[in-house]
Every structure is written in C-alpha cells, then in structure tokens.
C-alpha cells in the first residue's frame, strides 16, 4: 500500500506490486501496518493514514480470496512456521478484514495460521465468532485518543510518584505537554484538549506540591527526632548511664547530625550543610 503516494501527495488509491510473502503459508493477505492510528485529529488516519474510505475503496480492488490483514501500532504478529501458528504480541490487536468484516486477535493470542487461512477463505472465526463485525459501525473518534494518552501519561506519573522516581514523572509531563502540542499543530485546532490540558494542570500541581516538600530546611524535618534523642541523651548523662549516653551520640553522628556540648547546653547541626558554622539548640 504506498501510503506516501495517497496520503501524502494525494493520488488515487491504488495497490502496488509487493512480495507476496503470505502467499508462501496459503494465505493472500495485504498488510497493512499502524492500523489503529488516530494522529489526524479531526480526519480519519486509522490503517495507516488510509481512512476507512480509501481503505474501502482500495479492498474493492483485491482478489475475492485475499483478505488485509491489519497489525496495530506498538504491536507484532509472530508468525511460527514450524508451529504453523500466529502469536499476536505488544500493545494491541491483529485485525483480518475481509469484505468490510473485521475478525480481531486480542495480544497475547496464539492461534494457528489455519484459522487465518479459513477466515480468508469466508469462514468464521471457531474461536471468536463475536468480534467479528463490519469495521464501520467505528466511527473515528480522534478525541478519544488523545484522552487515553494523557490518562496512560498521568499513571505513569502516578507511578513515578509513588516510586519516588522524579525523572519519570518530570518525562511524563514533559511527553503530555508534547503531545497536546502535536495534536493541536495536526489538527490546527483547540477542541478536544480540555482534559488532556486539565490533566496535564493536575501533574504539574502535583509536583509543585513536592518541590514545596522538597524545599523545605531538612533541619525541620529531622529536628523533632533529633532533639527527642538529645533529650534521652541528657536524662542519661544526668543518671550517669555514660555508655548509653554516647551510644546515643554515636548514632546520631552517624546519621550525619553533628553534636556540640555547650554550657548552655547542647545544640547541633547538619554534618555538611552551608550553614556549618551555626548551630540549632
């Protein structure tokens, strides 16, 4: 299928010469990768960039016996010859269209090149007779998929978050704000991105409220447990428990918290920190 040539310059559709490696298993299929496309926004670029109209048009071209065999984006399908089976693996689904009815093998699937061959020749699917339907009752829905890339980004946040992986989250944002970007300079157009957008607003309020935590003075943070310890510490030194004492001294030095015995007291401070030179009673 030269989709340069019909999709971008815009020629009638048409078939040209290819290798005819399906015929080599009994099976006359034209493939067609980036079967589930829906980069164009407002226009149908479903079967790489064909749209179910040329697509159609281009089916009525082909021999009774040979069926289009569609293998979505992100996705493969692993032909075994030994095994004589089919593996559908990645993301998606492998789709045999023949006559405008679709049959479609969910990943994950194995079946056997038999089953491909009887479905190109009008028989059903023995397996799964229920997804097999015209590939018309889906109308291009271009919105939709921009939506389920921004919900896919905003778990990989999630996940980043929860992990305590900034980087990941930062790249999730980061790929959302591009691709609302992309979409828009496809499309020429604004609609459709008003829950990308408000999802791509929820992430990066998120990660202002951990740069907020983040920024924070460590030394509020550790303080309460620090000066617990010192307190402890005190109570020992008072009875004379020495050993415990330094035992809690010790750990806290090896925390990188640095102690200082004064005759008001004692105070410390972060081992390493700007302010070195102060310390916190």
Not at 94 to 110: K, Q
Not at 195 to 206: E, F, Q, Y
Request: charged share 25%; net charge negative.
């Amino acid at each position: 299928m030269p989709v340069y040539e019909i999709y971008k310059v815009g020629a009638t559709p048409y078939w040209a010469p290819g290798l005819d490696l399906m015929a080599q298993i009994g099976l006359r299929a034209a493939v067609i990768p980036h079967y589930d496309n829906a980069e164009g926004g407002t226009h149908d670029t479903r079967f790489c960039y064909l749209g179910e109209r040329r697509l159609r048009f281009l089916e009525s071209m082909l021999d009774a016996d040979t069926v289009v065999l569609g293998v979505d984006e992100h996705t493969a399908a692993l032909f075994d010859l030994d095994a004589d089976t089919v593996t559908v693996l990645g993301r998606a689904t492998l789709t045999i269209r023949r006559h405008g009815v679709r049959t479609v093998f969910a990943s994950g699937t194995t079946m056997a090149i038999d089953e491909l061959r009887e479905i190109a020749r009008g028989g059903g699917s023995a397996r799964r007779p229920s997804d097999a339907q015209p590939s018309t009752a889906e109308a291009a829905s271009p919105t939709p998929s921009l939506r389920a890339e921004a919900e896919r980004l905003e778990l990989l946040f999630d996940t980043g978050l929860r992990a305590r992986d900034v980087n990941a989250a930062v790249t999730a944002v980061l790929e959302l704000e591009q691709a609302i970007v992309d979409w828009s300079a496809d499309t020429e157009e604004m609609d459709g991105t008003e829950v990308p957008r408000a999802i791509l607003r929820r992430m990066v309020t998120r990660l202002a409220e951990l740069a907020v935590v983040g920024a924070r003075d460590p030394r509020d943070i550790v303080a309460p447990f620090v000066e617990a310890l010192l307190e402890q510490r005190e109570r020992a030194r008072a009875q004379g428990s020495w050993t415990l004492a330094d035992t809690l001294r010790d750990r806290l030095i090896a925390t990188g918290i640095e102690i200082r015995d004064t005759p008001q007291g004692p105070t410390w401070l972060l081992a390493g920190s700007p302010d070195s030179g102060l310390a916190a009673g």
